[in-house]
Each structure stands twice: as structure tokens, then as C-alpha cells.
């Protein structure tokens, strides 16, 4: 699986959308974007993924650049909740949907 | 739907102990995973199963390391003889076969301290 790159921090401002950025130079064309976030003395939570296209939750947008070597999580409004480690992963099809983590963005959301 | 559930949440050995871990997946969930993670780490991959049948497992899982799923449906992490380079927090995630697309869904994790 690709390698991804990942500021290790990142602070916000409660309320502000938090923009989360993401390297993945080396990604090839089977290979989809996923973004996952730990909140402190928990497991890990799957957030997004998308391929090509950007993607919409509830949660988050994903916003992948068009020749795919990077990608971007957007929290539109962020709270004091959103405290919390997020990974940004790439994976291959097949594989049984194994994750590979690498050591994430701390994104620490204050007033 | 209850989530991934593990059993204990903190376990604290003495180095030589043996200690065992248990993780129930989300039901109709046939593929389950364990990942170990370490302070300041992302978690790292150990093993995963579909179904009963164990299809890849890490380097990282040394001989003293043994997984188990015997009926497909709960799964056992089994460390002998501890060492003090294997505290961590072992984490155990489940998902279904959905395609190339499926999520993964996490436990809280099994806090592992040796003495």
C-alpha cells in the first residue's frame, strides 16, 4: 500500500472548519483514500474514503486533487469533540481490507 | 448492534504470565482483525480472520503470539510467556465482505501492562 504523509499537528478554533491535509505522491489507480480519527483511549473510527471523486458525510468532505497525490479531510465546523488523531490511510482492493496506519495528524480543537 | 465488544479492557501481568484476550465482532461481520498499538503509534497490524480460517498474519506476531477463531465467530489473542515489549493496547476491529470497500469497525481495545 501507498505511503501517506501527514503534518504530526494541527490546532483549531471551535467552530472553524478544520482542513486536514494528506501526501500520498506514490497512490496508484486501484488504490482508494481512507481517513480515520482515534479519540483518546478509544479505537479507531472510520470517518470517509473515496477513490476519485470527492466524497460528503454527515461526518466530513473529502476533497482528493485530480491527479490523486493528495487529499484533504474537511471538518466544516469543528468542535471540542473532534479532539483527536486522524489517520489518513491508502489502500489496495482485495487485501482483506486490511488497514495499514501510519502515526497521524493530532488535531486539537480549543475555544 | 452493540459494536465490537473486547474483553478485558486492562490487564496488568508479570512478565512470564501468560494472558489472553477476547474479542466479539459485530455479528454479521465475517472478517475480524488485531492490531497492537503502542504509545504515540498507529495501530499495527497483527492477524486477521474470515470466517474461522486465519488467512494473514505479521511479523510482528512472534511464536509466543496465537490468534484463534474457532467458530467463526469470537476470537481469542493469546500472548505466553510476557514480556515487558509487550505492553500495548490490542485492538480488535470486524467487517463484512462488502467489497473493496468496506469499513472497518474497532473495539475499545484490551490495555495490556507487563511488569
Known amino acids: 500500500d501507498a505511503k501517506t504523509t501527514q503534518p504530526p499537528s494541527m490546532d483549531c478554533a471551535e467552530g472553524r472548519a478544520a482542513n486536514l491535509p494528506c501526501n500520498h505522491s506514490?497512490?496508484?489507480?486501484?488504490?482508494?483514500v481512507y481517513w480515520y480519527r482515534q479519540i483518546h483511549s478509544q479505537g479507531p473510527q472510520y470517518i470517509i474514503h473515496g477513490l476519485k471523486n470527492n466524497e460528503t458525510n454527515e461526518m466530513a468532505s473529502l476533497i482528493i486533487t485530480e491527479d490523486r497525490k493528495s487529499s484533504t479531510l474537511i471538518l466544516p465546523h469543528a468542535t471540542l469533540r473532534d479532539t483527536a488523531v486522524y489517520y489518513c490511510i491508502v489502500r489496495t482492493t482485495g487485501g482483506g481490507n486490511k488497514l495499514t496506519f501510519g502515526t497521524g495528524t493530532q488535531l486539537k480543537v480549543e475555544l | 448492534d452493540t459494536g465490537v465488544s473486547q474483553d478485558p479492557r486492562h490487564k496488568i501481568t508479570k512478565r512470564g504470565q501468560n494472558v489472553t484476550f477476547r474479542c466479539d465482532p459485530i455479528?454479521?461481520?465475517?472478517?475480524l482483525y488485531w492490531y497492537r498499538q503502542t504509545l504515540g503509534q498507529g495501530p499495527e497490524f497483527l492477524t486477521y480472520f474470515q470466517n474461522e480460517a486465519q488467512l494473514e498474519k505479521s511479523r510482528l506476531l512472534s511464536d509466543r503470539f496465537s490468534a484463534e477463531r474457532p467458530k467463526g465467530s469470537f476470537s481469542t489473542l493469546e500472548i505466553q510467556r510476557t514480556e515487558q515489549g509487550d505492553s500495548a493496547m490490542y485492538l480488535c476491529a470486524s467487517s463484512s465482505r462488502g467489497g473493496d470497500t468496506g469499513e472497518l469497525f474497532f473495539g475499545e481495545g484490551s490495555r495490556l501492562t507487563v511488569l
Open positions: 455479528s454479521e461481520h465475517n472478517r
Open positions: 506514490t497512490i496508484s489507480g486501484n488504490e482508494y
